[in-house]
């Protein structure tokens, strides 16, 4: 089976035969795919209501299980995203019904951030639409294939984490 990506590879290693395009090999791959899983990312979550932010503040919540609540500090970590940028997007979400502030009973200056129902519901009905797209990407491979595939980028990112 070939793809686009064999005929760029064959196309610099005509040009640049000097050089090892075995990287290119791989990431051109990933980078097109990433394209695919952003493009049905998008779709999943326009199709729940909510957008990519919002799934991702929505999603840490429901993954820390019942009471579905974090600190603002945690939801920091949690989505890699700044301080400013996360009280914005807490502001927003509360203002949809979403989620709701109520005081941190262990620190009288916090606050704590809960999912509302209507939350958890936008984002299991999201995550399942998501779900669903990831398995027709990964359809042409066999579970030992995906199992095999996310060792092999497990690895990849290790240095990363």
């Not at 989505?79 to 997007?89: A, I, K, P, Q």
């Amino acid at each position: 089976m070939r793809d686009e990506v064999d005929g760029l590879v064959e196309a610099w290693a005509r040009e640049r035969p000097d050089l090892d395009l075995a990287p290119v090999a791989v990431f051109s791959r990933i980078s097109r795919l990433a394209r695919h899983l952003d493009l049905a990312r998008r779709q999943a979550f326009t199709a729940s209501g909510i957008e990519s932010w919002e799934f991702d503040v929505l999603a840490a919540l429901r993954r820390a299980g019942k009471p579905y609540e974090l600190s603002p500090g945690r939801l920091l970590r949690e989505t890699l995203v700044t301080s400013g940028t996360m009280t914005n997007r807490v502001d927003r979400l509360a203002a949809r019904g979403l989620v709701e502030r109520y005081p941190d009973p262990d620190d009288r200056r916090g606050v704590i951030v809960r999912l509302t129902p209507e939350g958890g519901a936008a984002v299991d009905a999201a995550f399942t639409a998501l779900l669903e797209a990831e398995e027709r990407l990964l359809a042409e491979l066999p579970a030992r294939q995906q199992e095999e595939l996310a060792g092999l980028l497990r690895r990849l990112l290790a240095p990363f984490a």
